[in-house]
């Protein structure tokens, strides 16, 4: 005689209601960040070769139509990044009045009041070198860096920024861009740190949409090795303690373990950073006819919250929320 199962968890999944009655986590347009470039120029809409539909934007009509499809969309938040019209030692138009992203905050706060608006505060877009700071003997000078981030954090809040987002992985970052903030008094913006950001391969694409890449060396002395989990929580402990209001772990997909590491020694907000390169392979996989690029985007974001993170940054965000709301709608 066979002895049949008495527990039977295929029951919980042989309907689409009963599967929704017992999923155990959610994704939401409003877990979703959707990065932006903006440039300068007029009525540019100039598509990223290596991140299909992913493009650089002026600050005019074209960056009024995405922040309109992205809040008719549902999600709630951007993250901007520039490239600016000229570049030196030192990246000066991250912090000019009227540098890009400058121009792009105020445009943005004007046209969607409600948008949360996020600045990704580094330097590696604006130098001429292509790193993350001021070069010094062939290396970032961390205590002259910081000098710079925080004259661009005030810059990025006076021109309507909500969040401030430092991704240098500048030792003490967080506490001088803390103080440079209260002391302008704009003690309500908040910091987003990118607290754990890795020096990954994953980064490939994004040198493109931002004109980023380092002329020289790479960026291994200042962002992470990616074997290390112990040093992501103490980096992340570290700027808590200097008074981080969220925290994020960078790139994602190869480091949802790292994700559930820090998930489970804060009660901070934490966020993940689908990066470009996560990014394209989907995009390159799909277009190969090689996988369902729908199903397969909601499964990695999925899997990104499952592990802990409370918001993405992805650039699937559009394609997301649009999946996400057919879905609601059947």
């Not at 992203?101 to 996020?118: E, G, K, M």
């Not at 002259?144 to 970052?173: F, K, N, Q, Y």
Request: proline fraction near 4%; aromatic fraction near 6%; hydrophobic fraction near 45%.
């Amino acid at each position: 005689m066979t002895l049949l199962p008495t527990n039977r968890p295929r029951r919980r999944r042989r309907t689409g209601a009963i599967r929704q009655l017992v999923r155990e986590h959610e994704l939401a347009p409003s877990d979703l960040i959707q990065p932006l470039f903006v440039v300068h120029g007029s009525r540019l809409e100039r598509e990223i070769g290596s991140m299909p539909d992913v493009f650089q934007l002026s600050v005019d009509e074209s960056l009024d139509r995405e922040a309109d499809r992205v809040r008719s969309l549902g999600i709630q938040a951007v993250l901007l990044f520039g490239v600016p019209a000229s570049k030196d030692e030192t990246g000066s138009e991250n912090y000019a009045e009227n540098g890009i992203v400058q121009q792009a905050l105020r445009r943005l706060r004007s046209r969607h009041p409600d948008l949360l608006l996020i600045s990704d505060l580094c330097c590696c877009e604006y130098t001429s070198h292509g790193h993350c700071g001021v070069v010094r003997n062939g290396s970032v000078d961390n205590d002259a860096t910081l000098e710079i981030l925080a004259r661009a954090a005030v810059s990025h809040a006076a021109a309507g920024a909500d969040i401030i987002a430092p991704s240098g992985m500048m030792d003490g970052m967080v506490a001088t861009i803390r103080a440079a903030l209260d002391g302008a008094g704009y003690a309500d913006q908040a910091i987003l740190s990118y607290a754990v950001k890795y020096a990954s391969a994953f980064y490939g694409p994004f040198r493109e949409a931002a004109q980023s890449a380092p002329a020289f060396g790479d960026r291994r002395q200042y962002q992470m090795d990616p074997a290390n989990v112990r040093e992501a929580v103490l980096e992340a402990a570290l700027d808590e303690a200097e008074g981080a209001d969220l925290l994020m772990v960078k790139p994602a997909l190869a480091y949802l373990d790292v994700v559930r590491a820090v998930r489970e020694r804060t009660q901070l907000p934490l966020l993940a950073y689908n990066v470009s390169g996560e990014y394209s392979m989907v995009k390159a996989a799909a277009r190969q006819g090689w996988i369902d690029e729908g199903r397969v985007v909601i499964e990695a974001l999925t899997g990104m919250r499952r592990a802990g993170a409370d918001a993405i940054i992805t650039y699937h965000a559009k394609a997301a929320a649009a999946m996400l709301a057919q879905q609601a709608g059947q």
